[in-house]
């Protein structure tokens, strides 16, 4: 008896030595309408998907997200409302099926954000196929606020950060690399996007590093823009925005761009 419990005691320590985790596979269209937490697990997405409502919390902490996007798996995080956090994460993302289209933006995405709150913090996204499907947006037509995008590194996405009709986002300590297409684009109020490195933009194809569309009050600070293929910083029909102490090196257009049109 007693070589038995020792025996099982030492698989349990090599177990957890080997830094094996639990895995939960998720089902397609995993609603979540109560607080939920995972903390040091991997979460299998290859057929699954989550769904955030009722102002419910989903929080993912120090875990492994393995999800497959895909034309009938088009989104893997779909917040209507409520509030999605990511902590210390390894977010790795494959593609099925999905064809690269390097010249239009993305109909997949591993996070869609409606009426809602997002906090993804220290974590790190990649994913296998260039110009295929994008990270974050939010909806145009429903207002997101107090996004806060921090210490985070995306790696070859066809577009990052689409911070529509979004009001008071932070992004900032972010390390984005060889994405395409959009890599941060605001449309929102009170936004501001400090000492981000952003390497090799729209990655030898299409995008700018920096997109202000008819926003107010942004500032855009202290940030390393390496390479973009297009513009570095364009500004567009925009308000109160402050342009500080950013570095922009190489390029293919112009480092700055800032269009305005006259008011009826």
Do not use: W
Request: glycine share 6%; with cysteine; proline share 3%.
């Amino acid at each position: 008896m007693k070589l038995y419990g020792y025996c099982i005691a030492l698989i349990a320590l090599l177990f957890t030595s080997t830094g094996f985790a639990e895995v939960i596979k998720i089902f397609p269209n995993t609603v979540i309408s109560y607080p939920r937490t995972y903390d040091g697990v991997t979460l299998d997405l290859s057929h699954g998907s989550f769904i955030i409502r009722d102002n419910a919390t989903l929080t993912i902490k120090n875990s492994v997200i393995n999800g497959t996007l895909s034309k009938s798996n088009p989104i893997l995080f779909s917040v209507e409302t409520g509030q999605l956090n990511f902590d210390h994460n390894q977010v790795n993302v494959k593609t099925d099926d999905l064809p690269q289209h390097p010249k239009e933006q993305s109909l997949q995405y591993v996070i869609m954000l409606g009426l809602g709150s997002l906090n993804l913090n220290g974590s790190a996204f990649q994913i296998d196929s260039i110009f295929t499907a994008g990270l974050l947006v939010t909806t145009a037509t429903i207002p997101s606020s107090n996004i806060k995008i921090t210490h985070n590194k995306f790696e070859r996405f066809h577009g990052v950060l689409y911070l529509i009709a979004s009001d008071n986002a932070l992004v900032q300590d972010n390390t984005f690399m060889r994405n395409s297409y959009g890599q941060i684009v605001i449309i929102g109020n009170n936004d501001k996007v400090i000492h981000n490195t952003i390497l090799f933009s729209g990655n030898y194809h299409l995008g700018n590093s920096i997109d202000v569309i008819d926003s107010n009050n942004i500032t855009i600070s202290k940030n390393l823009l390496f390479t973009p293929t297009c513009h570095g910083i364009y500004i567009m029909s925009s308000h109160d925005v402050v342009i500080d102490s950013n570095r922009i090196s190489g390029g293919i257009t112009y480092a700055m761009n800032v269009l305005s049109f006259p008011e009826d």
